[in-house]
């Protein structure tokens, strides 16, 4: 069986059922899982719910309802398939929509994962909406929707753009549908909807460009000396996709010119972009990027609900809710960034790591160490820890790399699945990105047990990590 097989036998088991429970994640690949299953299951008159969950974990488990609707869990799932076991659902009434690594357990449960097949940029948005397609062709309306979820999920992050069938089948249908706009040799850079063009300059670091990155000021003269007028005649700040294209290669050029001048290779400042040209102007709607983060803020601020609203077309009160989350999450994630630069984190041989307390949710800490990385030793895998509001018994832990580490045979969701698993807890996710909920008890053993386990990852690949 490949891949597409896979996909039919999930839209044959959902055609097939007379109730639907979808269990998903509050996160923007998620929720846009949720959006694009829902739909494409009530347009097919079948009756649908859905429940989010932060994580499935025996903590939440209680919010998978026992009745006799057909259960697909979204974005979670293919590493919790023990939990569903102990909550004794049995393989009839179970689909796993997923790409994250699965972990073994007695009982198979009907999976839907495009990571087996080697498609490793697609998030689970994406394989649902390949369901949803399957399901009925004129379902091609979600694409935009599973777009925004790859997006948010860093799918388009390392190659500068989406690869492989999000790219190939994905964008082209949402190009098809002409609610996606694809700008090729975009500036690889975030905000361009919504943030002052300097701002957009200064806050990236992805290639770094000395004298404008980290330096609001720096851009700002950048700018000026190209003769790009920063404001509109009513004195509103421009942002980057006002711009005309001579203004953009004037831009583009002078930023390649300032990366080849210090010796700086100009690759990265170039990047595939997502632009959906029936959204309002000006609104984090008008991109993949931004509007997976505000679709981020609503579900780490656990309302992944009104993003769910957003993404079916809700530009009243939903929208209205969201924005003010986005200020909010845009804040706290400032000042968690912050914190953790301020407080700097504790050096071990394979990783760094810091506990935050409780002082910020545990839904975001893994935000900020991914945002933390590359104002740190980006070569060294980060680890943050904090409480979790819910149980005082447990820490919630957060890790992040990059792909030049994983490619050191760094694997995150294999050092805190087996360090969290040793201790009584549990944990998954990606080799770039994973994450674990411990006993608060062992949180200084299992910060040395994962470290050790890094240290065997690098030997066993005979790398170090220097
Ligand atoms: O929570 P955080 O953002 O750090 O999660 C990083 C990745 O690890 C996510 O893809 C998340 O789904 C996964 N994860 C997991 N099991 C956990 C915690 C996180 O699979 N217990």
């Not at 097919?44 to 969950?53: A, D, M, T, W």
């Not at 300032?258 to 984090?284: C, M, N, S």
Request: with cysteine.
């Amino acid at each position: 069986m490949g891949f597409c097989d896979d996909v039919k036998a999930a839209a044959e088991q959902i055609a097939a059922a007379k109730k639907i429970t979808i269990i998903s994640h509050i996160d923007a690949d998620g929720i846009a899982c949720e959006a694009i299953l829902s739909q494409a299951i009530s347009r097919q008159e079948i009756s649908v719910k859905s429940v989010f969950v932060r994580q499935l974990e025996p903590l939440t488990m209680p919010q998978v309802p026992q009745d006799d609707s057909f259960k697909i869990f979204a974005d979670l799932g293919a590493g919790q398939q023990n939990l569903m076991m102990d909550r004794g659902l049995s393989e009839k009434e179970v689909l796993i929509v997923d790409h994250h690594i699965s972990q073994p357990c007695e009982r198979e449960y009907p999976q839907v994962n495009c990571l087996p097949y080697g498609h490793t940029r697609m998030s689970a948005a994406g394989v649902s909406y390949l369901i949803a397609k399957q399901l009925d062709s004129s379902n091609i309306d979600l694409a935009k929707l599973a777009i925004v979820g790859n997006v948010g999920d860093m799918m388009a992050r390392e190659k500068c753009g989406l690869v492989g069938p999000a790219r190939d089948i994905i964008v082209e249908d949402g190009v098809r549908h002409q609610s996606v706009e694809v700008r090729k040799k975009d500036l690889n850079c975030y905000g361009t909807a919504t943030r002052p063009i300097h701002l957009s300059l200064a806050y990236n670091d992805d290639p770094f460009v000395r004298g404008i990155s980290n330096n609001p000021e720096g851009a700002r003269q950048f700018l000026r000396k190209l003769g790009i007028k920063e404001k509109t005649p009513d004195g509103r700040y421009r942002v980057w996709e006002e711009l005309d294209a001579p203004e953009k290669r004037t831009i583009i050029s002078a930023l390649a010119e300032q990366l080849i001048a210090h010796g700086e290779k100009v690759d990265r400042l170039f990047a595939e972009t997502y632009g959906f040209p029936d959204e309002l102007p000006r609104t984090p709607l008008r991109n993949a990027q931004e509007y997976a983060t505000l679709l981020n803020a609503c579900g780490r601020w656990a309302k992944p609900a009104i993003g769910g609203a957003i993404l079916r077309g809700d530009r009243g009160q939903a929208y209205r809710d969201a924005e003010h989350m986005l200020t909010n999450h845009r804040a706290i994630i400032r000042s968690l960034l912050q914190f953790i630069i301020d407080t700097g984190v504790k050096e071990l041989e394979h990783l760094q790591w810091l506990h935050v307390g409780g002082r910020y949710p545990d839904t975001i800490v893994g935000i900020g160490a991914g945002m933390a990385l590359s104002k740190l030793n980006p070569d060294k895998p980060i680890l943050i820890m904090c409480e979790v509001p819910e149980d005082t018994n447990l820490t919630k832990c957060s890790m992040r790399t990059n792909e030049r580490v994983v490619g050191r045979g760094i694997d995150l969701q294999q050092a805190l699945n087996e360090a969290s698993t040793e201790y009584g807890g549990g944990g998954g996710g990606h080799k770039i990105a994973a994450g674990a909920y411990i006993p608060k008890t062992a949180e200084q053993e299992f910060v040395i047990r994962v470290n050790r386990i890094l240290g065997e990852q690098f030997t066993a690949a005979g790398s170090d990590n220097r």
